[in-house]
Each structure stands twice: as structure tokens, then as C-alpha cells.
């Protein structure tokens, strides 16, 4: 266990001197004597190198990207480039404020509209909002924007929407938010949409249908067309979760495809440092019918430049985020999209998608891998193999892992696999990561077979082992409080 910085005090220590006072006003008069200290305040005694060493010490029991391979499935964990963060902290940037006036800042306008023209290119949609600020954030506003839609229309008997059983959990909760109520749809044998279930489900009142593509499995959705034309024939509309867009980027654009609708998650797709609950960005894509839909303000451009465009306000579902949404969030996907180009990002999900089925080839002969086909840039193994002949789960095998110096994959999602393990290496991960961590599973389905009891008290290595979840979700005080 480390120490705590107060275990690190020694009396007298210092790392910062404060100044003499430089003034003769009596205290008293500056701060009322009843809110004075009463006893010294009780702070640890301590050096700048050792705040230093106590702080990177504690930093390293996490795990990030920058220390190991992070194969957390659909949540994209790549290397970000760090010129992001120099720029992103750029005084040019840090210094605007978002109501000095239009013309005093056309070099941060500019950079946001060629980000809504690149990401409306990727996605193949006629205009993008950069103003939700994660891919929940978008859902909502796309539910909205399909909620406007059908209004204007007086489409009034629309009351559900249908999603797969495969779904993110954001999706039906972002429907219930919006008042829709949630009908879910089957997936086949082969992990992809039942189109006949499909059939059967849709029907006047359907208002929309969210899929995401590639699908959880890692699949992607072979049967989008006759799904869009289902969904058109009765007038809902198509939402496109892109959360999965890594294995996109330039191969295809969901907009050209049949989809509505789409949401980035630029914290995963366009690499913004991640994993800590946020900043993220949801930019959602729409196409041309739905444009009067979209928050205000947009970012337009004419003869005079760029502007804040409030031109739709009144059909517009109104602002979703203070001002522009997450600036530094995305100007960092800006840079990423201009330094990569078109040809780059076609590499980035040709690579993850290469990098994932390497993986899988491997891993399918000590792992049962329920859809076992070319994958996307991720893939669903399981530990029903283990669970069934060893009595060793999924949560036994993700423990373990850490072990070994790799963050876990995603487990038990989705949750129509037993004992999912989702696996998503990304583009960014060399081959000889990929056979580190390859070889990694490769032991603990060995051990698994030799000595189940390891796997059961697995972790080992890490500073707090088995934590209660359900514990430490329902009680929100710490669990571990610091003696006094
Ligand atoms: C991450 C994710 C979401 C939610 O996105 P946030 O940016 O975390 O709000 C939705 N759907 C899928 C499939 C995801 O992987």
C-alpha cells in the first residue's frame, strides 16, 4: 500500500513560502474574528518533490493509455496525440470569451465550421450540430430532432421507438427521456437486425429506430438498406449510433446508406483523452430535411465570413449546451481531422479493423466466440468455456487481466452474449502489443484450466482488489475513509 501524503509529513517541511502581509489592517478588520482558525489548520508538512513523487506514484496505479493497451470494447480507447493538449491550451484559445464579438473571433469560428462541413462529409449528412457534448447528449438531441420532425408534420400518433436488443443502455433511456416508449427488436443467429421480427414491430405509430452500425457484436449491418426503406414506408426515421464510426471513417458514410440521423462521439472516434468522465462532444449529423431541426446557433460562412447562425431559430429544437458546445474538445478532433486528411482516417479504421480480427483469429481457439466472422474493429469473445468446465468467469478472466498489465476488456456487454468479453484493440496498438496482450489471454485460459482458484482472487497486483460495486454504487460516502 502507499503512503498517505500525511505519512510523508515531517514537521517544519515546506514546499511553498507565502509572502510577509503588506499591509497594517488589522486582521480582524479584514476577516471577522468569529471566522478565524481556532487551531492550526491541519495540513500535511511535506516538499515540492514530494508532492511530486506522492502524486505520480498515485497516478500510476491507474491504468491509461499512455501505460498499456486499454481493449475497452466500443469505447475506442486510443492514443491521442499529444500536440492536441499544446494547442488545446493555446492562449489563442483559452483567452476567447464567448461573447466578444463575431468579428474578434473568426479564426475559433472558422475552425468550427470546417469541422461541421469535414464531419458532415464523414458521415455523408447534409450539416452537423457541434453542440451536445457526448454521444448521450447527441441521442437526446436526435430524438428531439425526430419528436420536431414528426410535429411539424402533425405526425401526432407516433409513440414508439424501436431498438435492438443489442443496444447501448443509453438508447432506450434517452428515448423514455424524450416521452417515447421503447419496443425491442430481436437479434438473428447471425447477431445482426431480425428483419422479420423487424416487420412485425413496425407500423404507424412507430416514430423511429436506433441502430447502431457496426452493431455491439462488432458486426455491421449488412441489412441496412431494407431496413431504411421499412422505416421510411411509414414515415419514422433512422438514428445511426456512431459510437462504433471507428470502423468507418472513409469506408462509409451512414448519411448515403439510409440514416437520418448520426451522433460522433469524438472523445472515442476523433481521440480526446477519455475514461474520466468527460469533456466529450456528440456532434450530430442530420440530413436535408431535418436541417430546421438542428440547435442553434449553427456556424455559417458568406462573403463577410463566419457567423453565428440563429436563422432557424423558431423551428429549431432550441440550444442544447451553453453557447457553442465543448470548444477544446473540439478543436482537438479538428486537429485530428486535419492532420490525418481523408487518406489517413481511411488507415485509422482500416487499421483497427485489421488489428481486431487479428486478435480474434488468435483468441478463437481458447475463447468461444458466438459470431465467428470477419469482425469489425471489435469483437465479442466470451467466457462460457471457462464459466462451463472450470467454474471461471468473465469477471475472474477481466480481474486477472489486470494482472497482467492490460486494462480489461468490456464485460458483460452486450448483453445478449453470456459472459461477454468485448474486444477492441484500435489502430493504434503495434503487433507486438497485440501478441503481448494475445498472449496474456492465452495464459489465463491456461490457467483457467489449471488452477481456477488463482483466476477467483485475481487481481493481485492492483492497489485495491475485489471492490463491492454494487457497494460503492448505492453508497455514495466513501468507503474507505481516512483515519484520523
Ligand atoms: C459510448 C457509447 C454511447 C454513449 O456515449 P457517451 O459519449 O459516453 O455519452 C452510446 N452508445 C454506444 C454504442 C457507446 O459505445
Given at each position: 500500500?502507499?503512503?498517505?501524503?500525511?505519512?510523508?509529513?515531517?514537521?517544519?517541511?515546506?514546499?511553498?513560502?507565502?509572502?510577509?502581509?503588506?499591509?497594517?489592517?488589522?486582521?480582524?478588520?479584514?476577516?471577522?474574528?468569529?471566522?478565524?482558525?481556532?487551531?492550526?489548520?491541519?495540513?500535511?508538512?511535506?516538499?515540492?518533490?514530494?508532492?511530486?513523487?506522492?502524486?505520480?506514484?498515485?497516478?500510476?496505479?491507474?491504468?491509461?493509455?499512455?501505460?498499456?493497451?486499454?481493449?475497452?470494447?466500443?469505447?475506442?480507447?486510443?492514443?491521442?496525440?499529444?500536440?492536441?493538449?499544446?494547442?488545446?491550451?493555446?492562449?489563442?484559445?483559452?483567452?476567447?470569451?464567448?461573447?466578444?464579438?463575431?468579428?474578434?473571433?473568426?479564426?475559433?469560428?472558422?475552425?468550427?465550421?470546417?469541422?461541421?462541413?469535414?464531419?458532415?462529409?464523414?458521415?455523408?449528412?447534409?450539416?452537423?450540430?457541434?453542440?451536445?457534448?457526448?454521444?448521450?447528449?447527441?441521442e437526446f438531441t436526435g430524438i428531439k430532432i425526430i419528436e420536431a420532425y414528426?410535429?411539424?408534420?402533425?405526425?401526432?400518433?407516433?409513440?414508439?421507438?424501436?431498438?435492438?436488443?443489442?443496444?447501448?443502455?443509453?438508447?432506450?433511456?434517452t428515448?423514455?427521456l424524450v416521452?417515447?416508449?421503447?419496443?425491442?427488436?430481436?437479434?438473428?443467429?447471425?447477431?445482426?437486425?431480425?428483419?422479420?421480427?423487424?416487420?412485425?414491430?413496425?407500423?404507424?405509430?412507430?416514430?423511429?429506430?436506433?441502430?447502431?452500425?457496426?452493431?455491439?457484436?462488432?458486426?455491421?449491418?449488412?441489412?441496412?438498406?431494407?431496413?431504411?426503406?421499412?422505416?421510411?414506408?411509414?414515415?419514422?426515421?433512422?438514428?445511426?449510433?456512431?459510437?462504433?464510426?471507428?470502423?468507418?471513417?472513409?469506408?462509409?458514410?451512414?448519411?448515403?446508406?439510409?440514416?437520418?440521423?448520426?451522433?460522433?462521439?469524438?472523445?472515442?472516434?476523433?481521440?480526446?483523452?477519455?475514461?474520466?468522465?468527460?469533456?466529450?462532444?456528440?456532434?450530430?449529423?442530420?440530413?436535408?430535411?431535418?436541417?430546421?431541426f438542428?440547435p442553434?446557433?449553427?456556424?455559417?460562412?458568406?462573403?463577410?465570413?463566419?457567423?453565428?447562425?440563429?436563422?432557424?431559430?423558431?423551428?429549431?429544437i432550441g440550444?442544447v449546451?451553453?453557447?457553442?458546445?465543448?470548444?477544446?474538445?473540439?478543436?482537438?478532433?479538428?486537429?485530428?481531422?486535419?492532420?490525418?486528411?481523408?487518406?489517413?482516417?481511411?488507415?485509422?479504421?482500416?487499421?483497427?479493423?485489421?488489428?481486431?480480427?487479428?486478435?480474434?483469429?488468435?483468441?478463437?481457439?481458447?475463447?468461444?466466440?458466438?459470431?465467428?466472422?470477419?469482425?469489425?474493429?471489435?469483437?465479442?469473445?466470451?467466457?462460457?468455456?471457462?464459466?462451463?468446465?472450470?467454474?471461471?468467469?468473465?469477471?475472474?478472466?477481466?480481474?486477472?487481466?489486470?494482472?497482467?498489465?492490460?486494462?480489461?476488456?468490456?464485460?458483460?456487454?452486450?448483453?445478449?452474449?453470456?459472459?461477454?468479453?468485448?474486444?477492441?484493440?484500435?489502430?493504434?496498438?503495434?503487433?507486438?502489443?497485440?501478441?503481448?496482450?494475445?498472449?496474456?489471454?492465452?495464459?489465463?485460459?491456461?490457467?483457467?484450466?489449471?488452477?481456477?482458484?488463482?483466476?477467483?482472487?485475481?487481481?493481485?497486483?492492483?492497489?485495491?482488489?475485489?471492490?463491492?460495486?454494487?457497494?460503492?454504487?448505492?453508497?455514495?460516502?466513501?468507503?474507505?475513509?481516512?483515519?484520523?
Open positions: 500500500m502507499s503512503k498517505s501524503i500525511f505519512e510523508h509529513s515531517s514537521p517544519g517541511c515546506k514546499g511553498v513560502g507565502l509572502p510577509p502581509r503588506d499591509t497594517d489592517i488589522p486582521l480582524d478588520k479584514i476577516i471577522p474574528q468569529k471566522y478565524h482558525r481556532q487551531s492550526a489548520a491541519r495540513l500535511p508538512e511535506v516538499s515540492k518533490l514530494d508532492v511530486m513523487r506522492h502524486y505520480i506514484e498515485l497516478s500510476h496505479k491507474n491504468h491509461f493509455i499512455e501505460k498499456g493497451l486499454y481493449p475497452l470494447g466500443s469505447c475506442t480507447m486510443k492514443y491521442n496525440p499529444k500536440i492536441h493538449e499544446v494547442l488545446a491550451r493555446h492562449s489563442c484559445f483559452t483567452n476567447l470569451h464567448p461573447y466578444q464579438p463575431e468579428s474578434t473571433m473568426q479564426g475559433a469560428l472558422e475552425l468550427l465550421y470546417e469541422l461541421q462541413e469535414d464531419l458532415a462529409e464523414i458521415s455523408g449528412m447534409a450539416a452537423v450540430t457541434l453542440q451536445p457534448s457526448a454521444g448521450a447528449q447527441g414528426h410535429k411539424a408534420k402533425g405526425n401526432t400518433h407516433k409513440t414508439k421507438i424501436i431498438i435492438p436488443d443489442s443496444a447501448h443502455g443509453t438508447n432506450p433511456a428515448c423514455h416521452g417515447y416508449d421503447v419496443v425491442e427488436l430481436k437479434s438473428d443467429a447471425q447477431g445482426r437486425c431480425d428483419i422479420a421480427h423487424l416487420k412485425e414491430l413496425v407500423d404507424e405509430n412507430t416514430a423511429g429506430f436506433m441502430l447502431t452500425n457496426p452493431n455491439t457484436l462488432g458486426l455491421f449491418e449488412t441489412h441496412i438498406e431494407e431496413i431504411a426503406e421499412i422505416m421510411h414506408s411509414v414515415d419514422a426515421l433512422i438514428y445511426m449510433d456512431g459510437a462504433n464510426m471507428n470502423a468507418l471513417l472513409g469506408i462509409v458514410q451512414p448519411g448515403k446508406i439510409g440514416f437520418d440521423i448520426i451522433h460522433y462521439n469524438v472523445h472515442k472516434t476523433l481521440s480526446t483523452p477519455h475514461g474520466g468522465g468527460g469533456p466529450g462532444a456528440g456532434p450530430v449529423g442530420v440530413v436535408e430535411k431535418l436541417l430546421p438542428l442553434v446557433p449553427m456556424i455559417s460562412k458568406d462573403a463577410d465570413g463566419y457567423h453565428l447562425d440563429y436563422s432557424h431559430e423558431k423551428t429549431s440550444k449546451h451553453t453557447f457553442y458546445g465543448n470548444f477544446a474538445v473540439l478543436l482537438r478532433a479538428y486537429i485530428y481531422v486535419k492532420m490525418l486528411g481523408a487518406e489517413g482516417l481511411r488507415r485509422v479504421s482500416e487499421n483497427a479493423i485489421i488489428n481486431a480480427n487479428y486478435l480474434m483469429a488468435i483468441l478463437k481457439d481458447y475463447y468461444h466466440i458466438q459470431h465467428l466472422e470477419h469482425c469489425m474493429h471489435e469483437f465479442v469473445a466470451d467466457g462460457t468455456r471457462q464459466k462451463k468446465a472450470n467454474g471461471v468467469s468473465t469477471l475472474d478472466i477481466a480481474k486477472r487481466i489486470l494482472d497482467k498489465g492490460f486494462h480489461a476488456p468490456t464485460v458483460y456487454f452486450p448483453l445478449i452474449i453470456p459472459e461477454a468479453m468485448m474486444i477492441e484493440p484500435t489502430e493504434t496498438e503495434s503487433l507486438a502489443s497485440l501478441d503481448a496482450f494475445a498472449t496474456a489471454m492465452i495464459e489465463i485460459a491456461q490457467e483457467a484450466k489449471e488452477n481456477p482458484d488463482l483466476l477467483h482472487g485475481a487481481p493481485y497486483t492492483t492497489p485495491v482488489r475485489r471492490v463491492d460495486d454494487v457497494r460503492a454504487v448505492k453508497q455514495l460516502d466513501p468507503i474507505f475513509k481516512i483515519e484520523e
